[in-house]
């Protein structure tokens, strides 16, 4: 078990441009998370699945943003047009239904907005 | 709404001094709590857990935290410092009535331990 990966690990973009970032869960974990972490800040919650079924989202997630987890596997978070407000550590996280909320987390995906 | 507050955003100690980093949420309902732990460039690893039962919780590397209920409290300690403890430490809550899980933390502690 290599644990939670996300890709890529940093990214920098233009204003305006789309960017789309990949999360990959523990293999056996059924719930998957999205977190947006800004310096100093500790991190937000902006989204989670069960399966391939996302159940719930933050008045955070604007329409420029979207998540997917097509197959209950690896899931996919996109903002289009991107603002400089975008800018922050995207944190992705899986856990297992039945073992009380204990998430674990990857290694963040930090944007660049310029 | 659920919240979190860590008192004190930067707290330094000595190598082998007490550590305390001191952690309030605001619920009508005692929530699930957590602390974790934040390296530089890293993601986040929990540190320990409280959901039900002995109020004092034992977490990894030495530290341990306790539920007071009466203080809406979940402060964080270890008895003696290690410079490798030097992180931001974050602790979270989630709502027992959310069948979700999400986490919703505070804005965490940063911990600078000098030798």
């Known amino acids: 078990d290599t644990g939670v990966s996300q890709d890529p690990r940093h990214k920098i973009t233009k204003r305006g441009q789309n960017v789309t970032f990949r999360c990959d869960p523990i293999s056996e974990h059924n719930r998957l998370y999205w977190y947006r972490q800004t310096l100093g800040q500790g991190p937000e919650f902006l989204t989670y699945?069960?399966?391939?079924?996302?159940?719930?989202k933050s008045r955070l997630l604007s329409d420029r943003f979207s998540a997917e987890r097509p197959k209950g596997s690896f899931s996919t978070l996109e903002i289009q047009r991107t603002e400089q407000g975008d800018s922050a550590m995207y944190l992705c996280?899986?856990?297992?239904?039945?073992?009380?909320?204990?998430?674990?987390f990857g290694p963040g995906t930090r944007l660049t907005v310029t | 709404a659920q919240s979190v507050t860590q008192l004190g955003s930067h707290v330094s100690v000595s190598e082998g001094a007490l550590v305390l980093l001191r952690c309030n949420y605001s619920?009508?309902?005692?929530?699930?709590l957590f602390w974790y732990v934040q390296y530089p460039n890293q993601g986040l690893q929990l540190l320990l857990k409280y959901t039900t039962g002995a109020t004092l919780v034992k977490g990894i590397n030495g530290f341990e935290a306790e539920f007071k209920k009466s203080e809406t409290s979940f402060h964080l300690t270890k008895p003696s410092a290690h410079m490798s403890d030097a992180a931001e430490y974050f602790c979270?809550?989630?709502?027992?009535?959310?069948?979700?899980?999400?986490?919703?933390f505070g804005q965490g502690t940063e911990l600078s331990v000098k030798p």
């Open positions: 619920s009508s309902v005692p929530p699930y």
């Open positions: 979270a809550v989630s709502d027992r009535g959310n069948q979700g899980g999400k986490l919703i």
């Open positions: 996280a899986s856990s297992l239904t039945g073992v009380i909320y204990e998430q674990y």
């Open positions: 699945f069960q399966n391939e079924a996302q159940l719930e």
